[in-house]
C-alpha cells in the first residue's frame, strides 16, 4: 500500500482509541487481535511502508507500518495510566541505544535507520500487551496467539498438500514459520493445562505438530519436539495434577502416531535432492559464515544495519568465500543472526543480544525456580523453554532481525513482567496474612 495505506494505517491509532473508550467489551476483542495480528497480518499484507526499500538488497525493507503496530499503540495510549514494567522497559530502551552506533557505522544511513524501526515497534508491542494482561487479557492474547498459530499451521499444511518439498507458512519461509509456532507453543500448551477449555490451544498444538511434520525441515521437526517435550518436562515437574498427566500421556501417543509421517516426509524429501539424512551443516552456510568472518575482521565496529548483503557482493567477501554466483545465494543473508548482529552492528549490537535474550533466560529462570507461591510461574517456565529453544535455532537463521521474532519476543518480555507482577503481589498477599495472623495471636494472649 502507498501513501493511503499510511494514513489509514496511522488513523486507525486513534479510531481504536474511541472504541476502547465507548465500550469496554472492546477491550477483550482488541486484546485477541493484539495477541493474533503478528502473525495473520501476513497473510494479509496488512502494513504500509513509511519509507520503501523494497528493492534493496537487505533483511529490512523500509519503515513499514502495520495495523498491529496501530493495534498496539492505540492499546498503549488508551491504558496509559498502567504502570510500565520497570525492568524490561530498561533492557528495551538498552537494545535499541546499544544498536544505534550500528546506524552511525553504515555507508547508506536510511537504510540502518529503517531496521532500527523494527526494535521500536516490537517495545511497543510488549507495552500493548503488558497493559492488555494487567487488564485481564492474559487469555484473549492467548486465544489470538493460538489463532495466529492455527492460520501458519494451516497455510504450510495446504502449501504441502499443493506439492512444495519445505512448504511456507503465512510467515514466510517453513524455518521462520516452524521458528514462530514454536515460541508459541509452550504458553499455549500451559493454557492447555490450566484452563477448563481451552480448545483454540489445543487445535493450534495439534495443527502445528502436522505443519512441523509436512513442512519438511529438519531443524523445525527437531525443534518442536525438543519444544512441546521440554514444557510438558517443565509442567510435570511444578504441577503435576491428573489434568497435566492425562494431556502429557496424550501427546506422547500422539507423537508416536507421527513417526512414521515424520520418516515419510524426510525419505521423499531427500530423496528428491538426491542426498541423505544428515545433520551436518550444508557447505553453502559455512561460506556464509566464513563471508561474515572476513567482513568482521576488516569492519571491527560493524558495517551497519541492513547492509550484509550489500557489503558481501560489493567488498567481494561472497566471491572469496566461495558462495555459488545465484541470484537468491548472492541476495541471501548468513543463517546465523549472532554472525548477522555481530557484522552489521558491531560488538554493542551483540552485546544487546546477548543482553536481551539473556535478561529473558534470567527472569524466567529466576521466576520459575525460586518463586514456588506465584501462581503463574508456570508460563515463566514456558518462556523459559521457548527462549532456550529459540536462542539454539538463531545460531543457524537470521531470524533476529525479522518483525515475525521481535514481536514473540514482545510478548514474552511482557508475559514475564506479568509474571513478576503477580509473583510480587502473591508476596504481598502472604506477608498480610502473617501480620493479621500475629496481631490475632496478640490480641488473644493479651486477653
Not at 159 to 176: D, P, V, Y
Not at 384 to 394: D, Q, T
Not at 414 to 439: C, D, K, P, T
Request: charged share 15%; aromatic share 10%; net charge positive.
Amino acid at each position: 500500500m502507498g501513501l493511503v495505506g499510511v494514513l489509514l494505517i496511522i488513523l486507525a491509532c486513534p479510531a481504536i482509541v474511541v472504541m476502547l473508550k465507548m465500550d469496554k467489551r472492546v477491550a477483550f476483542w482488541a486484546f485477541f487481535a493484539l495477541g493474533a495480528m503478528p502473525i495473520v497480518s501476513k497473510g494479509f499484507n496488512a502494513d504500509a511502508a513509511l519509507i520503501d526499500l523494497s528493492l534493496y538488497p537487505g533483511h529490512t525493507k523500509g519503515v513499514l507500518l502495520s495495523l498491529t503496530d496501530a493495534l498496539a499503540a492505540a492499546i498503549v495510549i488508551h491504558f496509559w495510566k498502567v504502570k510500565k514494567p520497570v525492568y524490561f522497559t530498561g533492557i528495551w530502551v538498552a537494545y535499541l541505544v546499544l544498536n544505534l552506533p550500528g546506524v552511525f557505522v553504515s555507508e547508506f544511513f536510511l537504510g540502518s535507520v529503517s531496521y532500527l524501526s523494527s526494535p521500536l515497534k516490537a517495545m511497543i508491542y510488549f507495552l500493548a500487551c503488558y497493559a492488555a494482561m494487567t487488564q485481564g487479557g492474559m487469555r484473549p492474547l492467548l486465544m489470538g496467539l493460538g489463532v495466529g498459530v492455527i492460520a501458519n499451521s494451516y497455510s504450510t499444511i495446504a502449501n504441502s498438500f499443493a506439492g512444495q518439498m519445505q512448504a511456507s507458512g503465512l510467515i514466510g519461509h517453513r524455518n521462520t514459520s516452524g521458528l514462530v509456532n514454536n515460541l508459541a507453543i509452550p504458553p499455549l500448551l500451559v493454557a492447555i493445562v490450566t484452563w477448563k477449555r481451552a480448545r483454540i490451544a489445543a487445535l493450534a498444538l495439534a495443527m502445528s505438530a502436522a505443519a512441523a511434520v509436512l513442512g519438511g525441515s529438519r531443524a523445525v521437526i527437531l525443534l518442536y519436539a525438543a519444544t512441546v517435550g521440554l514444557t510438558l518436562l517443565a509442567i510435570m515437574l511444578i504441577n503435576p495434577n491428573k489434568r497435566a498427566k492425562t494431556i502429557t500421556t496424550f501427546v506422547v501417543l500422539g507423537s508416536l502416531a507421527f513417526v512414521p509421517a515424520v520418516a515419510y516426509k524426510m525419505n521423499e524429501r531427500f530423496t528428491y535432492q538426491g542426498t541423505g539424512f544428515t545433520l551436518e551443516v550444508d557447505a553453502e552456510r559455512v561460506a556464509f559464515e566464513h563471508s561474515a568472518e572476513m567482513i568482521q575482521a576488516d569492519y571491527p565496529m560493524g558495517i551497519g544495519h541492513n547492509q550484509y548483503a550489500v557489503k558481501a557482493n560489493a567488498g567481494g567477501y561472497a566471491e572469496r568465500a566461495g558462495i555459488s554466483w545465484a541470484t537468491l545465494a548472492r541476495l541471501a543473508i548468513v543463517h546465523n543472526s549472532y554472525a548477522l548482529v555481530r557484522t552489521e552492528g558491531g560488538p554493542a549490537a551483540l552485546a544487546a543480544l546477548f543482553l536481551l535474550l539473556g535478561s529473558i533466560m534470567w527472569v524466567s529462570g529466576r521466576q520459575t525456580f525460586q518463586r514456588r507461591h506465584n501462581p503463574e510461574r508456570l508460563y515463566a517456565a514456558a518462556t523459559l523453554v521457548a527462549i532456550g529453544i529459540f536462542a539454539f535455532h538463531i545460531r543457524y537463521e537470521w531470524a533476529i532481525v525479522g518483525m515475525f521474532a521481535l514481536y514473540p519476543l514482545g510478548f514474552m518480555t511482557a508475559m514475564l513482567s506479568y509474571v513478576a507482577l503477580q509473583s510480587r503481589r502473591a508476596r504481598q498477599r502472604i506477608r498480610r496474612a502473617r501480620v493479621a495472623e500475629n496481631m490475632q495471636l496478640a490480641a488473644e494472649a493479651a486477653e
